[in-house]
């Protein structure tokens, strides 16, 4: 569905249109969504079967790596297609909202 955005230009003018946001990695992070799901439930399982510690610390660990390398995988397929096409069609607010991802996204 497409997301319809206003941008006021400097002149003052308003634009309107719509701007579809086409991922092409949409199956592959929805296989590492599972994957991690899964990971998190086995954690849960180990912890209610009072697994050692420093076994979930390294089942969480690699957790952490398999959410670090979706958000890389969604920050690129955001910036090649709907940056792109964002700049493409003077859409600034969509620039404001990475640059407030990005924030997120390195802390």
Do not use: W, Y
């Not at 599972?34 to 510690?53: A, F, K, S, Y």
């Not at 069609?89 to 407030?100: I, M, P, Y």
Request: aromatic letters at 0%.
């Amino acid at each position: 569905m497409p997301d319809v955005h206003e941008h006021i230009l400097p002149d003052g003018s308003k634009i309107i249109h719509a701007h579809t946001h086409s991922h092409t990695q949409t199956k592959q992070v929805k296989k590492r969504l599972n994957t991690i799901i899964g990971h998190l439930e086995g954690v849960v399982n180990m912890v209610e079967e009072g697994r050692d510690c420093s076994e979930v610390l390294v089942q969480l660990s690699a957790v952490s790596s398999s959410i670090r390398k979706l958000k890389s995988l969604i920050l690129k397929d955001h910036i090649e297609h709907c940056v792109v096409d964002a700049v493409q069609q003077g859409d600034t607010e969509t620039l404001v909202k990475l640059n407030a991802a990005l924030d997120k996204f390195i802390e």
